[in-house]
């Protein structure tokens, strides 16, 4: 259990410590990861960025994700949901282009240059507040690949053990504090699980050494 996102970072950060893990950038997922990647890339002696990707929802039931995709394209799709609810082609290349969009405009508003910095070459740890289905963390890690990064490590404080493994084929390595076998949802993990601001999320990447 974990007080809030802020613990969670050092924890994490302490962990990845422990493992004498090296990076030389760390892109938090916002919003609710910036808490989390503030303490990580301190610790790290680390840049922060950011990494942006949106769900993709279900015709008639926006809240369930049959995706995600990044603001560069990059996308995941639940290809057994998408089956089995007979999604078209038509509405998946609709919403992949909309939400695309949407995250393209989300990561504008975190930085003032366009898109990822220059990663080639570089030792990447994507940071999220924690993994439940996988969705944004596997089209954010397909985003990250694709620039020539040398190693990318996702690292969560916590996480389904199911999804933890399935994200190790997107990653080179995924370390999460916490795999509960009882897992249901990130925020029963955090006493204070509450909502973070794009302000707030944008104070974390500014408050850097």
Do not use: H
Request: charged content about 30%; aromatic content about 4%; glycine content about 8%.
């Amino acid at each position: 259990m974990f007080d809030d996102r802020t613990d969670a970072g050092e924890r994490l950060a302490a962990e990845l410590e422990r493992r004498g893990l090296d990076a030389d950038v760390v892109l938090g997922i916002p919003r609710g990861a910036l808490p989390v990647a503030r303490p990580v890339a301190d610790a790290l002696g680390a840049a922060l960025d950011v990494v942006v990707a949106r769900k993709m929802g279900a015709p008639q039931n926006p809240e369930l994700a049959i995706g995600a995709v990044a603001s560069d394209g990059s996308v995941w799709y639940n290809d057994d949901m998408i089956d089995r609810m007979r999604i078209s082609e038509d509405y998946l290349e609709d919403v992949r282009a909309e939400e695309a969009e949407n995250a393209r405009q989300k990561a504008d508003r975190y930085r003032e240059t366009e898109g990822l910095p220059d990663l080639q070459g570089k030792r990447v740890v994507v940071v999220d507040d924690g993994v439940a289905t996988g969705a944004t963390a596997t089209a954010c890690l397909r985003q990250v690949q694709d620039t020539g990064a040398e190693r990318v490590t996702l690292a969560v404080p916590v996480g389904s053990p199911r999804s933890v493994d399935d994200l190790e084929r997107e990653a080179d390595e995924v370390i999460a504090v916490e795999t509960p076998a009882d897992f249901r949802a990130v925020g029963q993990y955090y006493r204070n699980f509450g909502q973070v601001t794009d302000d707030e999320a944008v104070q974390y990447l500014d408050s850097g050494p």
